[in-house]
């Protein structure tokens, strides 16, 4: 009931965007030391298509028989994209800026912390709206 919200269907938007984005940064500083490794990051959720309905998940298959072929993973709503733009690299080819990729990942936390209190106040507005405290 409450996905069905726009503020609500925001927020789920922002806070699964954040969680994949801090996989993506966590990977880029495990590979810090990778040789020729470019680091990624996750192209922004517009919420105008979360509104819209748009980034929605596709109508999936699944096999009704055993003999069928299994069918293969959905695609995931974000995509990775590896960043062009390098300023810096080591002289192995590694273009991971350590300090650049905890700044990122203290971006995401405070930008999940403000998706997540957004959530929690219209849930309890909600629950005043209908007398239930």
Partial sequence: MLEDLGIFKMAKAQMDWVAQRQEVL???IANANTPKYLPKDLKPVSFKDVLSGSTTQPVKAFTTDARHIAPEMGPDPFKAVT?????E???DGNAVILEEQMAK????N???????ALFQKYQKMLRTALGNR
Avoid: D, L, V, W
């Fill in 26 to 28: 966590a990977q880029n």
């Fill in 83 to 87: 960043q062009r733009k390098t300023y």
């Fill in 89 to 91: 690299s080591t002289p």
């Fill in 105 to 108: 990942m203290g971006e995401a």
């Fill in 110 to 116: 405070s930008s999940y912390n403000a998706s997540a």
